[in-house]
């Protein structure tokens, strides 16, 4: 695929998704940042997922999306319109990202060709195992060779990157230190909860290890949104004599600086 790279001062990165998903795009988006350094980068997240990329050097705006709104969207789909990207990359496929893509009008709206609305796309790469030239790929390579598939060199595989703010970091230091966690303690940060029945692993089990990292001198940290309050609350009676260390919730910024 050619590109005139030379013209585009515009690029939009969508990817919808969870908070894991969005750092592992964070390659993609270094390899962007260095090979255009003075074009205008800016990313489509869902809003619950925006904070891990606030404040990063990577790009320059970070554009929300409200998980269930059709008027939002529908809103946010007139305003990329209005923007004229250049460049969009799709590394999500689902097809609210797939829509908003076609919605930018952008010359090039790039997508894979696996992707269920491919055809809205008008450049469509093949695989990343075609484009990699093998089967086992890492989810940052899948995105980095949609990213490479269009020109930008990627072959030394960016590792992932994000930014901390300094009142994230002035927040957590205050929680830690009010839960009398030393500066200098190392921590093991420990979510005892899952989105699903299926992936959720016993309370009792996150007890013991919370015990066995906390005798190798790391403080356990237990963070929950509020609607796992109760996990916490179970854990904690698994962990009597541990009166330090379990953290009742975080923002998702304040959680990047720990």
Not at 85 to 93: E, F, I, K, R, S
Not at 99 to 121: D, E, K, M, W
């Amino acid at each position: 695929m050619i590109i005139d790279w030379r013209s585009v001062n515009r690029v939009l990165v969508v990817k919808l998704r969870s908070i894991g998903d969005t750092v592992l795009a964070t390659p993609s988006l270094i390899a962007l940042r260095r090979f255009l350094p003075t074009a205008q980068i800016d990313v489509l997240l869902e809003d619950w997922v925006a904070p891990v990329l606030e404040r990063s050097p990577l790009v320059d705006r970070v554009i929300t999306i409200p998980r269930q709104s059709n008027t939002a969207r529908a809103r946010l789909a007139r305003e990329l319109h209005r923007t004229k990207y250049d460049v969009v990359y799709n590394l999500h496929g689902g097809t609210t990202a797939t829509f908003l893509t076609r919605a930018t009008g952008a010359p090039y709206r790039v997508g894979f060709r696996h992707y269920q609305y491919a055809r809205l796309h008008n450049h469509v790469a093949p695989s990343p195992q075609e484009i990699w030239q093998r089967q086992d790929l890492h989810s940052v390579e899948q995105q980095l060779a949609l990213i490479g598939w269009t020109g930008v060199p990627v072959t030394d595989r960016p590792g992932t990157q994000l930014a901390v703010s300094e009142p994230a970091a002035r927040s957590i230091a205050e929680k830690l230190a009010a839960r009398k966690i030393r500066e200098d303690q190392p921590i093991a940060l420990v979510h005892p909860a899952a989105a699903l029945e299926t992936k959720q692993w016993a309370t009792e089990s996150f007890a013991r290890l919370a015990e066995a990292v906390a005798e190798r001198g790391l403080a356990p940290v237990a963070i929950v949104s509020p609607g796992e309050r109760s996990m916490l609350e179970a854990l904690r009676k698994q962990l009597p004599q541990l009166h330090h260390g379990i953290c009742v919730q975080l923002a998702v910024r304040e959680q990047l600086a720990l």
